[in-house]
């Protein structure tokens, strides 16, 4: 059984960087795109980035490009989100998720598999 496990999250100020890590087991991670996802409070779960099995191909939402990175360790199972320049409205919990391909989606619905979250609260 494929399980995600985020971890990295807290709380920041402003202006502050922060990596999160995503360490999948149970299945085989390299040949899938992986993604992040974020929801805040009252509002839908978002896409955030994603990346293709092999990391050749990534996607951004308009309101992170330019601050964060998605990137990828294949021989470690892991997927990580680079973020910098942290705003308040990036608080949120972020999920990362593992997709049906190995073609990286910005579409919820492309995802199975799902992390439990963690949590991000950036003050200003």
């Known amino acids: 059984q494929v399980q995600l496990v985020e971890s990295g999250g807290g709380l920041v100020q402003a202006g502050a ?4 890590s995503c360490a999948a087991s149970g299945g085989t991670f390299s040949t899938f795109a992986m993604g992040w996802f974020r929801q805040a409070m009252g509002k839908e779960r978002e896409f955030v980035a994603s990346i293709s099995w092999n990391g050749y191909s990534t996607h951004y939402a ?3 490009k330019g601050r964060f990175t998605i990137s ?4 470690k199972n892991t997927v990580y ?9 990036d608080t949120a919990v972020y999920y990362c998720a593992r997709s049906y391909s190995s073609i990286d989606s910005m579409r919820r619905s492309e995802y199975r ?3 439990q979250g ?3 609260t950036v003050s200003s």
């Open 72 to 75: 990828r360790d294949n021989a």
């Open 17 to 20: 960087s922060l990596r999160l």
């Open 118 to 120: 963690t949590q991000l």
């Open 81 to 89: 989100l680079q973020m910098n320049s942290l705003k308040s409205e």
């Open 113 to 115: 598999y799902w992390g």
């Open 62 to 64: 308009d309101s992170v």
